[in-house]
């Protein structure tokens, strides 16, 4: 089993639409969670950080930690066509000086 | 500000030729990373370096040695490239461990035929 599972998608959602992104972990060491966005071609770049559990807000944008299930969400309100990427997350816990990311999964916001 | 620069961006090697991937960031971050990604793959990590001086291997070190040639610079090299090393790589850096924002280059595009 890997440390972390993020369904690959494609998601495909007309403009204007609520985006719910998930992932699940197994190592409940992890603390710090991470989501990054990437378009096609680019590297990855931080989109939201979460430290611990509870909700972080930043725009559009809503990252939320339930450590208890060990399951992490990403929000996107009013999605647009931009928004269209492959959003991956990421964790780092514990004693190594890892940051392990999800497969990420590809977004299409349709005009 | 550069930020990441891997070199090169692209390359086609042959079966069981050598090569180095370059990486190099100039934000005085201390740690360095090198990951590979594949479809349906995900960023797997290859060999993360803490600080100058220190190397660890990550998932899939095998078939891979690196370098820390000194805080700026961190290097990967293929001794004996295999088709199973074509992948997308990126090289990155933090501040301080994997905590802290990690800032990654613009990726180098490699076919092993």
């Known amino acids: 089993q890997k440390e972390v599972e993020q369904d690959p998608g494609p998601l495909s959602v007309p403009e204007g639409a609520i985006v719910s992104l998930n992932c699940t972990y197994s190592n409940s060491a992890f603390q710090y969670f991470m989501w990054y966005r990437q378009y096609s071609r680019k590297g990855p770049e931080l989109l939201m950080y979460t430290y611990s559990s509870g909700n972080k807000e930043d725009g559009r944008f809503t990252a939320q930690v339930d450590k208890s299930s060990k399951y992490i969400s990403l929000f996107i309100r009013d999605s647009q066509p931009s928004d269209s990427a492959t959003y991956l997350c990421a964790m780092h816990g514990g004693a190594t000086n890892k940051l392990i990311f999800g497969t990420g999964t590809l977004l299409a916001v349709q005009p | 500000n550069a930020g990441v620069t891997q070199t090169p961006k692209f390359q086609v090697l042959k079966t069981g030729q050598s090569m180095t991937l370059q990486c190099a960031q100039d934000m005085n971050h201390n740690s360095m990373y090198w990951y590979r990604q594949d479809p349906g793959m995900g960023l797997r990590l290859i060999y993360y370096?803490?600080?100058?001086?220190?190397?660890d291997k990550g998932e899939v070190p095998n078939g891979y040695n690196v370098s820390r040639l000194n805080k700026r610079e961190f290097s990967l090299r293929l001794e004996s490239a295999a088709p199973s090393q074509t992948s997308v790589y990126f090289c990155a850096s933090t501040l301080q461990g994997a905590g802290t924002e990690a800032f990654f280059g613009q990726g180098t595009r490699l076919t092993v035929v």
């Open positions: 370096s803490a600080s100058e001086g220190t190397t």
